[in-house]
């Protein structure tokens, strides 16, 4: 690698001492020079020019005047296109790398001024498990919206995934942080816990076990009855709850867990607060609430190992902060107040 790298550099050098170097690029880097660069990363980020033209929202002959320009500034061609495909040139390649590092340096460089004139700005980036807004939306409303007045210029990009979605997405950078059901510990995360969500056990109207008495009903005559498993599953007390019951169906969310409960072939772990409306109508029985009760614990997650702009760790004392408060307002429900 290091040895192609330097042939690499030095074929380059070539070319600077070659009749072209009075076009070679030596100049301070301009806006312009900028945006070209992003151009063209993005176009090797996703491999070629028609693969970049949704990301970038522009046409392939529109790229292919970006690059064409970028590679009169620069004084070298950057890429090859052809029935083999799209290719970078040595030079390109090391464009490439040259440009990633820049874009980090402008990305520090943006942090620190933004936290010495105490006025953040950016994007910062947050992964919710699906159906938070049902047990905790009053905190995490307040804490966006005093984010986002207090800091108008940061932009706040907000996507819902499963809780393994939302573990890998900050595990890959693809977020700054998760809040998220994360019953086993990660190495590479940092788990702070937010609060705790009641689990229940219910069953459809139309189940076999409906006709019985669901207050004093046998746990073994429950456990012989097929349960709908959540897609995370490895926490040591759950797991000694469901012990025992057949798997008869699998849901990474709320909604399709409770779909799959109301069709009465199967039990399912409920929030209470969420099965409220089927319970009130009749159209789900909770079974042996004292008996079959266990708990979520919901996180704020972030990577250790990375470092988090100024926006990100601002945001993320924000949430905290919220939640704290929400605790010690003694919230029933998050998102309500008792």
Known sequence: MGTGRHRSEANLSKRIDGPRAAQVFRGAVSDGD?????????????????????????SKSAISLDMSHLEQRMGTKLCVRGRAGFKLTDEGQII??????LFTDVDKFRDRVASAVRWLS???????????????????????????RRYPKVEVKVESATPNGVEQGVLEGEADMGISVVPREVSSLEMIPLFREELRLYC??????????????APDLVKQHRLVMPGVTEDPGFGALVAGFPTGARASNIDSR????????????????????WLESGELIEILPHHFTTQNTFYVLFKKSSRHSAAAQTFLSIVLDSFEKAKQMKVSRLGQLA
Not at 96 to 101: F, H
Not at 258 to 277: D, E, K, M, T, W
């Open 96 to 101: 490439y790398l040259a440009a990633l590092q």
């Open 204 to 217: 459809g109207r139309n189940h076999e076990l409906a006709s019985h008495n669901l207050g004093t009903v």
């Open 258 to 277: 409770i779909l799959l409960v109301l069709s009465g072939a199967f039990l399912g772990f409920l929030p209470p607060h969420y099965a409220a409306p």
């Open 122 to 148: 950016g994007r910062v980036s947050i992964l919710l498990v699906d159906n938070i807004v049902s047990v905790a939306a009053g905190p995490m409303t307040r804490a966006i919206g005093d984010f986002a």
């Open 34 to 58: 900028l945006r070209l660069l992003r151009v063209f990363k993005t176009v090797v980020d996703h491999g070629g020019f028609s693969a970049a033209e949704v990301a970038l929202n522009k």
